[in-house]
């Protein structure tokens, strides 16, 4: 029986009933919205961590000073406003008036400082700011100076992504903390404050509005202008089962489902009580992490094998199902339809599977039948759907697989790890990035390979790392697109990832929700409960 079909059996099942579990209350407050996100949060530090949910819940809780809207431009969000020196060098950014954090206290220049030195070595952007930095120093209370050795146009960017790690902005004394070090306190200035003595980790997390929180005054635009919250009390509620989930949406026991699973969709859409649209235009892109420093894929030869062996196309149809409106193949690192999309050096992504090519290249490669430890969130439907499909694969190339069935918050600790696979280490992980910070190598963690300091996996590859130096100093649109070409065709060739396809999400909110937004993160601002 197939995965879709027990699903839809069971959501139908689930759809007529009520859920009796004591978590559950049935959401008819018009001030409280409650929420099931895409995984269980397991804390909200956007710096130390680059999980989604960890992204997602950060952006109620503290505040950035830029932020990017729809148009992917850096607008004010904590400053007023900025100068810059005529050779680039000097940048000067100014506090907006009167904010706050959730303790009380003002937010000043210093927590600011505190709080971009923690976020600059975690971050690829942050890390090339760092590189040129001559000094970062506060002019009074509410201004501070970015002194540059070089200029550095993309610095707004770089303060305003939307990817993690996140520059967020926390209390000095938080700040402090080493940023490869989890902070234990969630302390922010954003529109909602976090209601640690009712977090449940594994159950729920509840957010409550702040009253002390001033809204920009232009209207809201992604991760810019005004964040104003009209519910009082957001409550995220944990349910890795999804039958469990839409049933919950049915019997509006729950308000807003972040990701259902797309087998479930057609069910919901049919409720007249519910609303199903895109999550977000721009898309997903799967991801297979590589552990680089690891037999057998510290060899290219191993990792160029499940090039060969990888179909996108069963990658997407086990997560979005059979509808190609959903997804497309993308031999490519970067956001199909976008401007510097490009599939240079992607010929081993292309064509029919060639497994006999990759059990030679495996062998050549010196694999011998070690055991591959494959982490896999069970509990996040898009990953546990690329562990089955991998685990699949691998079988069918000879490879030796170790199927570990983990929560998503064990994989996102795990995955840290650089020792060897008998003493708690791994070799594949999964997840995916959206579209949204895929389109350029600037807010695109997975693309680089700038070894120890890259994203889980560690590649580390010259070649890319200087064609991506060229992008940054790319004058035109045609030069970018030349030098991305470059960064596709090393990248593949190296095997930086293997990604597994672009597919589109669902998310699905009752009717008595309105103001539900369009974007890669789901936002709370503006939405309301009628």
Known sequence: MKRRHFLLGAGAALAGSRLTAPSIVRAQDAKVLRFVPQADLPNLDAVAGTQLVVRNASLLVFDMLYGIGADLTPKPQMCEG?????????????????????????????????????????????????????????????????????????????????????????????????????????????????????????????????????????????????????????EWMTMPDPGTAASALQNGEIDWWENPIADLVPLLAKNRAIKVGIADPLGNVGAMRINHLLPPFNNKLCRQALQWAVSQ????????????????????????????????????????????????????????????????????????????????????????????????????????????????????????????????????????????????????NDEVEQNIATWYDAPDLAAEKKAIDAVNRAGMDDVTFVPTGFFLGHSAWRNALSGVAQAPFPLFWDVSKG
Not at 99 to 111: A, I, M, N, S
Not at 406 to 434: M, P
Request: proline residues 6%.
């Open 313 to 460: 196309a069963d990658y997407m149809q086990a997560i979005v199902g059979e509808d190609t409106a959903l997804w497309k193949e993308m031999p490519s690192f970067f956001t199909p339809g976008t401007p510097l999309y490009s599939e240079a050096g992607a010929e081993r992504l292309k064509g029919p599977r060639q497994y006999d090519k990759a059990k030679e290249l495996l062998k050549q490669g010196g694999y011998n039948g070690e055991k591959v430890v494959m982490l896999v969130a069970a509990d996040v439907p898009i990953t546990k759907a690329q562990g089955d499909v991998t685990a699949d694969m691998l079988g069918r190339i000879g490879v030796n697989v170790d199927y570990q069935s983990l929560d998503w918050g064990t994989v996102g600790s795990r995955r840290t790890s650089k020792k060897a696979v008998t003493e708690g280490g791994w070799n594949i992980f999964f997840s995916w990035h959206s579209g949204v910070d895929c389109i350029n190598p600037a807010p695109y963690k997975g693309v680089s390979a700038s070894g120890d300091k890259a994203w889980f996996g560690w590649p580390s």
């Open 82 to 234: 900025h100068e810059v020196s005529a050779d680039g060098k000097v940048w000067t950014l100014k506090l907006r008036a009167g904010l706050k954090f959730h303790d009380g206290e003002p937010v000043l220049t210093r927590d600011v400082i505190a709080s971009i030195n923690r976020w600059m070595p975690r971050d690829g952007m942050g890390q090339m700011i760092q590189s040129r930095l001559d000094a970062l120093e506060a002019v009074d209370d509410r201004s501070f100076r970015f002194r540059l050795k070089a200029p550095f146009p993309k610095l707004l960017y770089a303060l305003g992504k939307s990817n993690t790690p996140l520059l967020v902005i926390m209390p000095e004394r938080i700040a402090r903390t080493d940023p490869f070090t989890q902070i234990k306190e969630y302390i922010g200035s954003g529109p909602m404050a976090f209601k640690r003595d009712e977090w449940v980790s594994g159950s729920r997390a509840i957010f409550q509005r702040f009253a002390g929180y001033q809204p920009r005054p232009e209207k809201s635009d992604w991760l810019a202008g005004g964040k104003v919250m009209k519910v009082d009390r957001v």
